[in-house]
């Protein structure tokens, strides 16, 4: 081994779930990720002695030790925000939608539940709103603007409408904020520059605090911030750490 050793890690982080008897399931890449730390706290209690006149300290005793981890996170995808907002993600397959109600307002836009839509026909009871005349629609979003000129949504009264559509695949459909606190296991694999050691580093279990921010507009790359309090597994091997084990 040199004697020497300096550590300049990159690699991937695989997040895997654990259920209530510690049982993991298979581990999923989470994406690119620019920072993995683990943060260590303790307190200590002082104790000073009282016959020098100098009251110096004659022990230092920890009386408490927490253990957390920071993840930051460049891959912003379905699966990261749900487990980041206490959610879940679903893929969504295309679909036709009959008699989707809206309530549209003169001058307004109304939205329908998809985006990327066709074949689409808008209704007021039995009569047909026409395209250009009654509305505009953004198809890539998924809206339709009443105009002002029309002679079927007039005043300003919410009036009632029905719609039918074809909208496109939908990769994640997230419902976000739904869940409680979960555990999970994480797995750093990477090399460090310095000499293309592999590391491995292994947090048994993690619960994932809800991240604080979700930043819909910026003017950088957009970063999932996601903390956490390392917990001790209790189905470690005896003589095996039960909070984190590294390899290099």
Same mark, same amino acid.
């Given at each position: 081994?040199?004697?020497?050793?300096?550590?300049?890690?990159?690699?991937?982080? #695989?997040? $895997? /779930?654990?259920?209530?008897?510690?049982?993991?399931?298979?581990?999923?890449?989470?994406?690119?990720?620019?920072?993995?730390?683990?943060?260590?706290?303790?307190? #200590?209690?002082?104790?000073?002695? /009282?016959?020098?006149?100098?009251?110096?300290?004659? $022990?230092?005793?920890?009386?408490? /030790?927490? *253990?957390?981890?920071?993840?930051?996170?460049?891959?912003?995808?379905?699966?990261?925000?749900?487990?980041?907002?206490?959610?879940?993600?679903?893929?969504?397959?295309?679909? =036709?939608?009959? +008699?989707?109600?809206? !309530?549209?307002?003169?001058?307004?836009?109304? =939205? @329908?539940? *998809?985006?990327?839509?066709?074949?689409?026909?808008?209704?007021?009871?039995? !009569?047909? @709103?026409? $395209?250009?005349?009654?509305?505009?629609?953004?198809?890539?979003?998924?809206?339709?603007?009443?105009?002002?000129? /029309?002679? %079927?949504?007039?005043?300003?009264?919410?009036?009632?409408?029905?719609?039918? #559509?074809?909208?496109?695949?939908?990769?994640?459909?997230?419902?976000?904020?739904?869940? +409680?606190?979960?555990? *999970? !296991?994480?797995?750093?694999?990477?090399?460090?520059?310095?000499?293309?050691?592999? %590391?491995?580093?292994?947090?048994?279990?993690? =619960?994932?605090?809800? =991240? %604080?921010? @979700?930043?819909?507009? +910026?003017?950088?790359?957009?970063?999932?911030?996601?903390?956490?309090?390392? @917990?001790?597994?209790?189905? %470690?091997?005896? +003589?095996?750490?039960?909070?984190?084990? #590294?390899?290099?």
């Amino acid at each position: 081994m040199a004697d020497k050793y300096f550590a300049v890690p990159q690699g991937k982080v #695989y997040i $895997a /779930s654990r259920d209530a008897n510690g049982q993991t399931s298979g581990f999923t890449w989470i994406g690119d990720t620019d920072g993995f730390t683990i943060t260590t706290t303790q307190q #200590y209690l002082d104790i000073q002695e /009282s016959y020098s006149g100098n009251r110096g300290t004659v $022990a230092h005793i920890p009386t408490s /030790s927490d *253990y957390a981890a920071e993840l930051s996170i460049l891959n912003i995808n379905g699966e990261n925000l749900a487990r980041a907002f206490y959610g879940e993600s679903a893929a969504v397959a295309g679909a =036709a939608v009959v +008699g989707e109600a809206v !309530t549209a307002f003169n001058g307004q836009m109304s =939205a @329908l539940k *998809y985006p990327d839509v066709s074949a689409v026909t808008v209704k007021k009871g039995a !009569t047909t @709103l026409v $395209a250009g005349t009654d509305y505009t629609l953004d198809a890539k979003f998924g809206t339709i603007t009443i105009l002002p000129g /029309s002679t %079927q949504v007039t005043g300003s009264t919410g009036v009632a409408l029905t719609v039918d #559509y074809t909208h496109g695949a939908i990769a994640s459909r997230m419902k976000l904020l739904t869940q +409680g606190l979960k555990d *999970y !296991t994480l797995r750093f694999e990477g090399v460090s520059k310095f000499d293309d050691l592999a %590391q491995v580093g292994v947090i048994h279990r993690i =619960a994932l605090d809800m =991240a %604080q921010t @979700l930043s819909l507009i +910026g003017t950088g790359v957009n970063k999932l911030v996601v903390k956490g309090k390392l @917990l001790p597994a209790a189905e %470690q091997p005896a +003589g095996e750490s039960q909070y984190f084990t #590294y390899l290099q």
